[in-house]
């Protein structure tokens, strides 16, 4: 009895010992580089999905015991997977819009942008306000914004608002302006500009709160147009190879429809929503809540410090180079934002607070150090990760502030080779030293993470990440001034757009890395950004998108 006791448990240990069959898995993906963005194990061969989760990672061969009858295996022919990449500072409504009305992204000039204009109400015929959105002035032979006397010849008498590609100016014709009741005599509201040329004429560009003189006739848009808007966004974004954005400056209303859209299978992204500190009121009262299947997550508020660079609305210590009457303006007035800031830290919600100026920027840490003054540092990063989005231009003593706050920094690549031919012109030789400072900010501490502001920017992860790495605008060219050790390793590029994103929103268990037990939000490129030169990673595409195992996008 004894030693057949013995025998027993010696085949007991034995079997123990074998390797359990492994299950079939939902999806294998192999056929190219894996880059899984941990430490341990940053290569891979393949990756096995199961129920939504990463259930392998390793080689081939150990893909190839996962695959089952029902088992869907993705052949990347060479392609480069990586973690899901995340949009971590993006409009979602407006990339839709973007899709949906004229967009005037790429004009050479004013001439172009009222060329366009004039196509477009000749072939879309509207009857109502004209909208649209994307010109930038720089780089166009006039070497001036976009105005009124460019538009109104080609208008047909219609109203026409047309947004700078920033968000934070607007050109209204002749005809907006009077339908608005906008003259002269108008005054300006707090924290906005009405400019004028030097015959004290209207030019028909508004800044920032004085855009709302205009806005005001625009409809409000109808639930259908909010959802072709979505569903338009969600279409742009999973073909760019994002698989979760967080969307910025969000009307209330639209956390509840994107929740239903979720709810019947319509959300193949993952939203991280910031609503705007306007429409805030059921956040601070209800707390942070999410859909059901994950994808929908309302935890933040978004807030607006100044304005923008180009529109010289960002706040600067000292004036602009290229404007000594103007340094900024407040878009919130610090006093105004303290009551905000407080009401979120009670209610558990994180603060995204817009930042572009240098002093701007000081402004938003003077105001998160107060709002947490008698807080433990080590609770602040753990717990409300209260974020400056943009942090463009700080002064390089307050670049330490970041880490000792626990204060991330959104940034977006983009702007950095997008502003590259007005940014010096307008700070001066000096205040570059701590513009688009992304590596000073990461040697110092502080978590930096990475978006596109889209619809601000096209939104194309391959330019934020080639911006990134190599700091040139997309012909190749920078200029000796323009700071080139702010550019990033791949590794820390990669870390930009997939592991610090996660941690912004809280999810650091869940997503960011390809590791056995997290959601499966991948993404694959036809490019490798890892060895590729630089100025290929631009050129190429996503091929793979997925989101919670679900293939939501795959190149034809």
């Not at 390793?58 to 973690?83: C, E, I, M, N, S």
């Not at 930042?355 to 998160?368: C, H, R």
Request: hydrophobic share 45%.
């Amino acid at each position: 009895m004894r030693s057949t006791a013995v025998a027993l448990s010696a085949l007991a240990l034995a079997a123990s010992a074998l390797p359990a069959r492994a299950q079939p898995a939902d999806l294998v993906i192999w056929g190219g580089p894996v880059h899984t963005g941990e430490a341990g194990q940053p290569r891979a061969e393949a990756v096995a999905v199961s129920a939504g989760r990463i259930a392998y990672v390793g080689d081939r061969k150990g893909a190839q015991a996962r695959v089952g009858a029902t088992t869907r295996v993705v052949d990347l022919k060479g392609a480069a997977l990586f973690p899901g990449f995340t949009d971590a500072h993006a409009h979602l409504r407006g990339i839709g819009e973007r899709e949906l009305t004229l967009n005037l992204e790429g004009a050479a000039s004013a001439a172009e942008a009222a060329d366009r204009l004039r196509a477009y109400v000749a072939e879309r015929r509207p009857t109502g306000l004209v909208q649209g959105r994307g010109w930038i002035e720089t780089g166009w032979p006039e070497g001036r914004f976009l105005e009124r006397r460019d538009i109104d010849p080609v208008s047909g008498g219609l109203p026409v608002i047309l947004v700078r590609a920033d968000g934070h100016a607007l050109v209204a014709n002749s005809a907006a302006l009077k339908a608005a009741g906008v003259d002269e005599t108008t005054p300006v509201p707090t924290g906005g500009q009405i400019l004028k040329g030097p015959d004290g004429k209207l030019t028909g560009v508004l800044v920032d709160n004085a855009m709302g003189l205009v806005r005001k006739l625009a409809a409000a848009p109808s639930e259908a147009d909010r959802l072709a808007a979505f569903r338009a966004a969600f279409k742009v974004e999973t073909a760019y190879g994002w698989t979760g954005v967080h969307s910025m400056s969000v009307a209330w209303p639209d956390v509840a429809l994107l929740e239903q859209m979720a709810a019947r299978g319509e959300a193949p992204l993952r939203v991280y929503n910031a609503v705007d500190a306007g429409q805030a009121g059921p956040l601070f009262e209800g707390g942070p809540r999410q859909s059901p299947d994950g994808r929908i997550t309302t935890r933040a508020v978004k807030l607006y410090m100044d304005g923008a660079l180009g529109s010289r609305g960002a706040v600067l210590f000292a004036p602009y180079a290229d404007a000594p009457h103007i340094t900024g303006t407040y878009v919130t007035q610090p006093e105004a934002a303290k009551p905000i800031l407080a009401k979120a830290r009670d209610a558990g919600i994180q603060v995204s607070m817009h930042a572009i100026g240098d002093k701007g920027n000081a402004t938003v840490l003077d105001l998160f150090e107060e709002a947490f003054r008698n807080v433990p540092a080590n609770v602040r990063l753990r717990e409300p990760r209260w974020r400056v989005e943009h942090a463009q231009v700080v002064r390089p003593a307050d670049i330490p502030r970041f880490a000792q706050g626990a204060v991330i920094a959104s940034m977006q690549p983009s702007h950095a080779i997008g502003d590259f031919h007005f940014a010096p012109a307008r700070l001066g030789d000096a205040r570059l030293d701590g513009a688009y400072a992304w590596k000073s900010l990461l040697k110092s501490g502080a978590v930096v993470v990475g978006g596109s502001d889209a619809p601000v920017e096209r939104g194309d992860p391959l330019i934020e990440f080639y911006a990134a790495v190599a700091r040139k605008d997309l012909k190749g060219f920078s200029a000796p001034n323009w700071r080139p050790a702010e550019a990033l390793s791949r590794e820390e590029a990669l870390r930009l757009f997939t592991s610090a994103p996660a941690f912004a929103r809280f999810a650091e268990d869940e997503l960011g890395t390809i590791a056995v037990g997290k959601r499966a939000d991948l993404t694959a490129f036809s490019v490798d950004l890892m060895t590729a030169p630089e100025a290929e990673i631009p050129k190429g595409h996503a091929v793979l998108t997925v989101v919670d195992g679900q293939v939501v996008y795959a190149r034809e």
